[in-house]
Nanobody, 122 residues
Framework: QVQLVESGGGLVQAGGSLRLSCAAS????MGWFRQAPGKERELVAS????????YYADSVKGRFTISRDNAKNTAYLQMDSLKPDDTAVYYC???????????????????WGQGTQVTVSS
């Protein structure tokens, strides 16, 4: 049974920072999605199995950083310069496919976390 355990969500003022963590039961390619009320789920950032290749949505480039600690099977999403539009439930996802490129489409992910709420106040 694959487990993805997320932590780090919360309430922050605009311009602030948060770091999300996702601990996996094994090593996978990882990604972070988010879904705001009334909107579709979107891929925010992803990182490949080895950690050398990353993907970012245009809306978060330059503000968010995805990284991983392979020794801990944990992925992180550092979110800086947060905006009210970043408010959403953030989901960690994992793919068992090993590639040199980061997963960039929802169907590439096989496992999902339970989600953590991020709220950015103006």
């Amino acid at each position: 049974q694959v487990q993805l355990v997320e932590s780090g969500g919360g309430l922050v003022q605009a311009g602030g920072s948060l770091r999300l963590s996702c601990a996996a039961s094994s090593r996978y390619g990882m990604g972070w999605f988010r879904q705001a009320p009334g909107k579709e789920r979107e891929l925010v950032a992803s990182i490949n199995w080895g950690g050398g290749s990353t993907y970012y949505a245009d809306s978060v480039k330059g503000r968010f950083t995805i990284s991983r600690d392979n020794a801990k099977n944990t992925a992180y999403l550092q979110m800086d310069s947060l905006k009210p539009d970043d408010t959403a439930v953030y989901y960690c996802a994992a793919t068992r496919t090993i590639t040199s490129t980061p997963p960039s489409r929802p169907h590439e992910f096989h496992y999902w976390g339970q989600g953590t709420q991020v709220t950015v106040s103006s």
